[in-house]
């Protein structure tokens, strides 16, 4: 028997935007209720919306970075919607004219290798309020959210287990954040995810069947999205081995919720009737005609992405998968690293530098890289100074501690803690001789060679090293010890 | 409009709007708009087949506004008109949350 599943996805990614789609009001996150509307967005008879320019430009640059084709001509219409978070009783969408379609997105996956994950689709839309109704025998109804812009991201069904689910999610975060487009807070909700989930199977006779197609519902969560991918795959299979006719032929489509606690998805309804939008052309917005000299704008805003950085970084710069992958996970983070070594920063110390301690201090102070009181370009000095030899890896970590506080170069702070490493041979070739003078049976060990040589010469080194307060060169020290041990 | 308008397919669009219908009234309704359709079906007269799809009945396009905070309302103006109120919110019957935008 062969399994394969076939997952598509539907991504909503809220933009971040200063006020709603079609009305001046602001887009909050936990505002007091139903402050955020206006006649518009609550629906009042006789109001207009008008579309909102940059919602429309994040969109189109979301898109040109999917590598979608854009509509040069684009409308709106209206899908049938019955609920009271959407008062005016339908969305304002758009359905057989959207702005961009056939597009692709490259994802990394785990082992290594890259997957394209074609893009059908991706349109703005509205978005709906909140109801609220536990724990009351009537139900709460916040506008506040009502008519944010959302950009709607459709997938083909490319996607072929629970972990490429998760990966493309966190890959569009990282985009769209890296774009400017939307903050993709997981937590206020800024990507929401839906899932459409089935397997194909050829059984040992050779008969093909196909489980019905669920889509699984609003999961704002990357976990979410694939746990509930994976609880299909296992549902769908145990269900259609019980019963052969639990196909797509016999079932059709259905929605399914996710129970995050119980990690199960639940049966919400067939999906025929809630096909039923009865779409509508929307009177009260015109058309957008898109021409070469704002589609050029809007390009020329598309920045590097992340993936493509991320290469460039292991390429050009011959960083490690993992250091390119945290160096280019934040937009601010990966500047930072560009700029410290555009400063003639050596790409390798200067990533250390970041990772190993800047990022570091980001994290615990909730800050970027470049907050933390160091700029790029002191970066890129002090790297410098490792590479050079003035000062070693231990010492950089304590010249960095100062300088968050301290704004003088590098060097100035490492010579006045006396950190700079001696790299005068002839005055090293003093200490050594000394050295030497005083322990002729470590010399008289590392000359016999075998067994004793390298302890004795390790003890030698460490003599240096002390008498020289820790400040001797080791590499200059080493190629002493050489010559005079010949 | 060549087939005749049914009364399954008036309780299906009632259903669709959250309307509860009676038996009366379906049929009412189905005479009533079986009649309009029939009237708008006239349309279906004319020879379109050289004339462009018009997704806007007026000639203008590309109008939009910038992204700039007008001021809302208040809470209160906001639930003015509101026929139940609970709060700062909108009250309304308890509604199953089975769809979503
Ligand atoms: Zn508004």
Known sequence: ?486 | MSEKLTAEQVRHVAKLARLACTDEEIAEFTEQLAAILQYVGQLEQVDTADVEPLAHCLPVHNVFRRDEVRPSLTNDQALANAPQRDGEFFAVPKVLDDASA
Request: glycine share 6%; charged share 25%; aromatic share 6%.
């Open chain 1, 1 to 486: 028997m062969n399994v394969q599943t076939i997952v598509g996805l539907e991504i909503h990614v809220q933009l971040a935007t200063r006020t709603k789609l079609f009305c001046g009001c602001k887009l909050g996150f936990g505002d007091p209720p139903n402050s955020n509307v206006c006649p518009v967005c609550l629906g009042l008879p006789g109001t207009l919306p008008v579309m909102n320019r940059t919602a429309y430009e994040y969109a189109v640059r979301t898109a040109l970075a999917l590598h979608c084709q854009i509509a040069r001509f684009t409308k709106w219409d209206r899908k049938g919607y019955y609920y009271p978070d959407l008062p005016k009783n339908y969305q304002i969408s758009q359905y057989d004219l959207p702005l961009s379609f056939d597009g692709h997105l490259e994802i990394p996956l785990e082992d290594g290798s890259a997957k394209t994950i074609r893009i059908l689709r991706a349109h703005l839309e509205e978005d709906a309020g909140k109801n609220l109704h536990e724990g009351l025998d009537h139900s709460r109804v916040d506008l506040n959210r009502t008519g944010t812009p959302l950009l709607e991201i459709v997938t083909q069904p490319d996607l072929s287990d629970p972990a490429e689910c998760r990966i493309l999610a966190e890959q569009l975060q990282r985009l769209v954040q890296y774009l400017g487009v939307s903050e993709a807070n997981m937590q206020e909700g800024h990507m929401r995810f839906e899932p459409n989930i089935n397997l194909h199977i050829t059984d040992d006779d050779g008969a093909e069947y196909r489980t019905p197609i669920c889509e699984v519902k609003n999961l704002n969560s990357f976990r979410a999205l694939e746990r509930s991918v994976a609880y299909e795959q296992w549902r769908q299979k145990q269900q259609w081995q019980r019963d052969h006719a639990y196909t797509q032929e016999n079932h059709g489509k259905q929605n399914r919720g996710w129970n995050d606690d119980r990690g199960e998805t639940v049966f919400q309804r067939a999906k025929e009737e809630a096909h039923d939008y009865r779409y509508f052309p929307e009177p009260d917005l015109v058309p957008i005609e898109m021409d070469d000299a704002w589609l050029a704008e809007i390009q020329a805003s598309v920045c590097e992405l992340p993936l493509a950085r991320q290469r460039r970084f292991i390429e050009h710069y011959g960083l490690s998968a993992y250091d390119a992958g945290v160096l280019t996970a934040a937009r601010s983070t990966a500047e930072f690293f560009d700029e410290a070594v555009a400063a003639r920063g050596p790409a390798k110390r200067v990533a250390n530098l970041i990772t190993q301690q800047g990022l570091k201090i980001a994290n615990e102070r909730g800050c970027a890289v470049g907050q933390i009181g160091i700029s790029a370009a002191r970066i890129g000095q002090l790297a410098q100074l490792i590479e050079d030899g003035t000062i070693n890896a231990s010492a950089a970590a304590a010249v960095f501690d100062t300088m968050l506080t301290d704004q003088r170069d590098p060097e100035t702070i490492a010579r006045e803690h006396r950190l700079i490493q001696q790299s005068d041979a002839a005055a090293l070739a003093v200490v050594l001789a000394e050295v030497l003078a005083a322990h002729p049976q470590a010399v008289a060990d590392v000359k016999a060679g075998g067994k004793k040589t390298k302890k004795a010469r390790g003890f030698l080194l460490g003599q240096v090293m002390q008498k020289t307060g820790g400040q001797a060169n080791p590499q200059i020290v080493n190629t002493l010890l050489d010559e005079s041990l010949q």
